[in-house]
T-cell receptor, first 114, second 108 residues
Framework: DSGVTQTPKHLITATGQRVTLRCSPR?????VYWYQQSLDQGLQFLIQYYNGEERAKGNILERFSAQQFPDLHSELNLSSLELGDSALYFCASSVASQGTGELFFGEGSRLTVL | KNEVEQSPQNLTAQEGEFITINCSYS?????LHWLQQHPGGGIVSLFMLSSGKKKHGRLIATINIQEKHSSLHITASHPRDSAVYIC??????????FGEGTQLTVNP
């Protein structure tokens, strides 16, 4: 058990819909990272928050947004969903603000867009 | 060319064999991560290293910063080691770039 909790584990929705994925980091970790893993593109970094502030942005689409709340949990919002958004979405947490701290991954949220 | 590259992409071994997975990167980095992803999809961090060598049980990770190369070794491999092994490096600040992964299958 990594200590990182992601919900929901599975989600099936239709094109055009909006979903919210939630991540609770490990106790004491200030950084939350979001990653997308699709079959054709492997793992890709989406966005990082550190102590409530956006820290780094990767290949995140404009239809996607995220935030980190005062209790440090984070949400990833995906809107106007397309078939190609079907993927595993992972969050990870770390003590460090840079990419040099050990990462603890959640079990992932599997999104299927029909 | 990807900033982080792994080889081989697929590896099949017999139980007990010594396994090596390689990772090379093209930019200066401060640390490198080795991750394991099981068939169910979950990802576990195996190592984070910035120099030298780390060992955990039958797993050994080494890194040569000058040569921009890291290796993950598994000694006395076991079928339960079957998984995808991924190296990742912070190529720009905290933005991790991932290798494509190595699918390891260990047969009994």
């Amino acid at each position: 058990d990594s200590g990182v909790t992601q919900t929901p584990k599975h989600l099936i929705t239709a094109t055009g819909q909006r979903v919210t994925l939630r991540c609770s980091p490990r106790s004491g970790d200030l950084s939350v990272y979001w990653y997308q893993q699709s079959l054709d593109q492997g793992l890709q970094f989406l966005i990082q928050y550190y102590n409530g502030e956006e820290r780094a942005k990767g290949n995140i689409l404009e239809r996607f947004s995220a935030q980190q709340f005062p209790d440090l949990h984070s949400e990833l919002n995906l809107s106007s969903l397309e078939l190609g958004d079907s993927a595993l979405y992972f969050c990870a947490s770390s003590v460090a603000s840079q990419g040099t701290g050990e990462l603890f991954f959640g079990e992932g949220s599997r999104l299927t867009v029909l | 060319k990807n900033e982080v590259e792994q080889s081989p992409q697929n590896l099949t071994a017999q139980e007990g064999e010594f396994i090596t997975i390689n990772c090379s990167y093209s930019v200066g980095i401060s640390a490198l991560h080795w991750l394991q992803q099981h068939p169910g999809g979950g990802i576990v961090s195996l190592f984070m290293l910035s120099s030298g060598k780390k060992k955990h049980g039958r797993l050994i990770a080494t890194i040569n910063i000058q040569e921009k190369h890291s290796s993950l070794h598994i000694t006395a491999s076991h079928p339960r080691d079957s998984a995808v092994y991924i190296c990742a490096a912070p190529t720009s600040g905290s933005r991790l770039t991932f290798g494509e992964g190595t699918q390891l299958t260990v047969n009994p």
